[in-house]
């Protein structure tokens, strides 16, 4: 399984822009890389994914280097709602693979 | 429409018991995955039902096994349950990719098992 590499924690102001890094160096042509988000005491929630181009959808939105050796995650406007643990995934069938994710902290 | 929905919420089960935990998938969904998640962890996938047939496995022991209903809700089993099987299990519907990608899963609110 392609691994991921992503920073243990960060910590956004509300109401400004949050860029969630990660790492995929050994990611493959079918990979694809998907971004979920658990906040406390609830399973985990689907965010944005894609292949090669940079993604939009009323969550959040996904920049792929052209490489694709890396990407990040956008929250245009962070809230206290999107404190959470984010995590990168690669996928290339029928399975996620989770790595340890990334604690974001929201400051009011 | 009800999402993704698991019983029972909690459970605390001694070692060397057997546990059983029921999973509801979205409406309309083919497939369910299951996942352990440790506290502090990531979650770590167990396995895949499609059809009522296993489709894929993580490293998990055969004490680990599952079970699909002609309705598509699902079942996950342990047995001779260890203090190490203490985690929230997740499961997670989808539509079967039968392609390069994983389709969304969505994920329900888990069931938190303690193992004394």
């Known amino acids: 399984d392609a691994k991921t590499t992503q920073p243990n924690s960060m910590e956004s102001n509300e109401e400004e822009p949050v860029h969630l890094p990660c790492n995929h160096s050994?990611?493959?042509?079918?990979?694809?890389i998907h971004w979920y988000r658990q906040l406390p005491s609830q399973g985990p929630e689907y965010v944005i994914h894609g292949l090669t181009s940079n993604v939009n959808n009323r969550m959040a939105s996904l920049a792929i280097a052209e490489d694709r050796k890396s990407s990040t995650l956008i929250l245009h406007r962070a809230t206290l709602r999107d404190a959470a643990v984010y995590y990168c995934i690669l996928s290339g069938g029928n399975k996620l693979v989770f790595g340890a994710g990334t604690i974001l902290r929201v400051k009011s | 429409d009800a999402g993704v929905t698991q019983s029972p919420t909690h459970l605390i089960k001694t070692r060397g018991q057997q546990v059983t935990l029921r999973c509801s998938p979205k409406?309309?969904?083919?497939?369910v995955s299951w996942y352990q998640q440790a506290l502090g962890q990531g979650p770590q996938f167990i396995f895949q039902y499609y059809e009522e047939e296993e489709r894929q496995r993580g490293n998990f022991p055969d004490r680990f096994s599952g079970h699909q209903f002609p309705n598509y809700s699902s079942e996950l089993n342990v047995n001779a349950l260890l203090l190490g099987d203490s985690a929230l299990y997740l499961c997670a519907s989808s539509f079967f990719a039968r392609g390069g990608n994983t389709d969304t899963q969505y994920f329900g609110p888990g069931t938190r098992l303690t193992v004394l």
């Open positions: 050994t990611i493959s042509g079918t990979d694809y």
């Open positions: 409406s309309g969904h083919d497939t």
